[in-house]
C-alpha cells in the first residue's frame, strides 16, 4: 500500500519504493476527456496522460503507485471500482506468459 503522511491536518497519498511491476490497462469508460496523474514519492501530482472518451491506455507501474483520475474540463475526480484511488496490490510474474494486464474501468462516480 502507498504510504500516506499528514500535511497541515490532510493525509497525502504518495508512492512508495518497489520494485514489483503491476500491467495496467486504464480505459476511459465516461464520455469525458480523463487525465491520468500518478500520485509521486513526495505525494505530488504527475500528469501521465489524458485519454479521450472510451480511449485507454497501456501503463507498466509498480504495486504500491497510487493513481488519480480528473475530468478534463471540470476537474472533478473519477473513479475505479467506486474508489478514488487506484493502487496496484499485484504485481507481473517474470516469466508469466501471456503477462496478465489487469483492466481498470475508469468511470463518473455515482451521487
Not at 519504493?17 to 487525465?35: A, E, M, P, Y
Not at 505530488?44 to 497510487?66: C, I, M, S
Not at 487506484?86 to 455515482?110: A, C, D, L, M
Request: net charge positive.
Amino acid at each position: 500500500m502507498a504510504t500516506a503522511s499528514v500535511r497541515q491536518g490532510v493525509e497525502v497519498r504518495r508512492s512508495k519504493k518497489s520494485v514489483i511491476c503491476s500491467l495496467v490497462r486504464f480505459q476511459n469508460r465516461t464520455d469525458r476527456g480523463v487525465d491520468i496523474i500518478w500520485l509521486n514519492y513526495e505525494g505530488a501530482r504527475v500528469k501521465y496522460r489524458t485519454l479521450q472518451a472510451y480511449e485507454f491506455v497501456d501503463v507498466n507501474t509498480y504495486v504500491g503507485h497510487p493513481w488519480i483520475f480528473l475530468d478534463v474540463e471540470s476537474g472533478e475526480r473519477l473513479v475505479v471500482d467506486l474508489k478514488s484511488v487506484y493502487e496496484p496490490t499485484t504485481g507481473w510474474v517474470p516469466g508469466q506468459w501471456p503477462p496478465f494486464r489487469k483492466v481498470v474501468n475508469i468511470t463518473i462516480p455515482s451521487k
